[in-house]
């Protein structure tokens, strides 16, 4: 007997962690075959039907990496003003930059 169906249940961390790296593996191999398909035929023809059907793989991509980007570039923006708006609060002189990561 089937158990009956839950309402409103919320995937779990594990399960998009999944089905991320399922597309992750999905889109490395595609990309794989596609450099392998070129490699093997080195024609004009060969790469402009490559590109006719892979173009719109690489939007998806950039949008995938252009998140995590923009959040740490942000998180470096917001750091640097938190960091001015305390050194102008207690009146401190500024560092020098320093060279390496803390």
Known sequence: MASPPRPNV?????DLGAAW???GILFAFKMATVVLIFWHM???ETGMLLTATTWFWF???GLAVA???LFRYRLL???AKRERLRR???MLEPE????GRR
């Open 88 to 90: 102008a609060e207690w």
């Open 77 to 79: 923006r917001v750091r």
């Open 42 to 44: 080195q024609t004009f």
């Open 59 to 61: 939007p998806i991509a």
């Open 96 to 99: 020098e930059t320093k060279v």
């Open 10 to 14: 919320k995937p779990q961390h594990e």
């Open 67 to 69: 998140g995590p980007l």
């Open 21 to 23: 790296a399922f597309l």
